[in-house]
């Protein structure tokens, strides 16, 4: 049974910074690509960063670029997201993602399992 379990949101002040983790269980961690998305109340879910199973690939959002890092350790099965300079409209639940393609991909639609989310707020 595959399990990614975000943890690592919280509620900041605009300008903070936030780590979030995601560890997996039950697949084959480095043969996935890993994605970060992000839902706000009344918005669709949309994509924050991905990077490739061997954590050489990264894409991110216009909207966090230079601000987010994805990164993935392959010995302890998890990816992570730093998050930097958070801004209110950073305020979402973010869920973790993996999928089996070997490009990049930036829909849901892509990734075969989820996270439950972690919420996190920035208040301004």
């Known amino acids: 049974q595959v399990q990614l379990v975000e943890s690592g949101g919280g509620l900041v002040q605009a300008g903070d910074s936030l780590r979030l983790s995601c560890a997996a269980s039950?697949?084959?961690?480095?043969?996935?690509?890993m994605g970060w998305f992000r839902q706000a109340p009344g918005k669709e879910r949309e994509f924050v960063a991905a990077?490739?199973?061997?954590?050489?690939?990264?894409y991110y959002a216009d909207s966090v670029k230079g601000r987010f890092t994805i990164s993935v350790d392959n010995a302890k099965n998890t990816a992570y997201l730093q998050m930097n300079s958070l801004e209110p409209e950073d305020t979402a639940v973010y869920y973790c993602?993996?999928?089996?393609?070997?490009?990049?991909?930036?829909?849901?639609?892509?990734?075969?399992?989820w996270g439950q989310g972690t919420q996190v707020t920035v208040s301004s």
């Open positions: 990077i490739r199973r061997n954590g050489g690939s990264t």
């Open positions: 993602a993996a999928s089996p393609l070997v490009v990049l991909s930036t829909t849901p639609p892509t990734y075969s399992y």
């Open positions: 039950g697949l084959t961690f480095s043969t996935y690509n």
